[in-house]
């Protein structure tokens, strides 16, 4: 079946510093991606969506110019988190979605991300 | 405004017993419903849609516009049911999940 990989699974940064987080789908061409974001006990929030080759689409009140998203092929889309804080600690979830609107969703395993 | 609602944190029940997730929605439109399940350990996994109506590891779910539900229903739990549910809501023209807060179901041998 259809497999999407995130890495890293966990990275711990210090304040300030960036971190890069990617999705790729491994044996299908993602159309659409999806980033998710949730924090403990809490349900998954979606963040953006990118289609490939164009600009990403980001929900109301998450900020565009930190979480910065590229989609740059079909297979790889990357999440970049500029400046971390302790409070962007949270989980990252990517979903990708190949063919249409109907075709189904694939989750990567999530980024455990911690600022210190 | 959009909102997936699970009630139940923590569902535990006997194997054997019959299980029913709440899921109940908000939305103005009509929105297609899913149900997630993450097993410990493995990732988010697609278990149903309503539009498919089908049974799914002995899982059903039927939408009730009336009551705005889609609950997730088993006659006889597992052991191997003990996971993460996630419901799910989907509408317009794109394929945006907002997901319910999630529901752990505990099978207890």
């Known amino acids: 079946g259809a497999v999407v990989s995130q890495h890293p699974s966990r990275v711990i940064c210090k304040s300030g510093t960036s971190v890069k987080i990617e999705c790729r789908s491994l044996?299908?061409?993602?159309?659409?991606m999806f980033w998710y974001r949730q924090f403990p006990k809490q349900s998954l929030m979606l963040m953006a969506t990118s289609n490939e080759g164009s600009k990403a689409t980001y929900e109301q009140g998450v900020e565009k110019d930190k979480f910065l998203i590229n989609h740059a092929s079909l297979t790889l889309s990357t999440l970049t988190v500029t400046s971390a804080h302790p409070e962007d600690s949270s989980f990252y979830i990517c979903?990708?979605?190949?063919?249409?609107?109907?075709?189904?969703?694939?989750f990567g395993n999530g980024t455990r991300l911690t600022v210190t | 405004a959009q909102r997936v609602t699970q009630p139940e944190k923590l569902l535990s029940v006997f194997k054997g017993a019959p299980v029913e997730l709440k899921c109940n929605y908000s939305y103005s439109g009509s929105p297609e419903l899913f149900w997630y399940v993450q097993y410990s350990r493995q990732r988010l996994q697609l278990l149903l849609r309503h539009i498919s109506r089908e049974s799914i590891k002995g899982f059903t779910a039927d939408l009730n516009k009336g009551e705005t539900s889609f609950h997730l229903k088993k006659p006889f739990a597992q052991e191997e049911d003990s996971a993460m549910y996630y419901c799910?809501?989907?509408?317009?023209?794109?394929?945006?999940?907002?997901f319910g807060t999630g529901t752990l179901l505990a099978v207890q041998p």
């Open positions: 979903s990708a979605q190949g063919g249409g609107l109907n075709s189904p969703l694939h």
């Open positions: 799910a809501l989907s509408g317009g023209a794109t394929n945006k999940l907002i």
């Open positions: 044996d299908f061409q993602a159309t659409t």
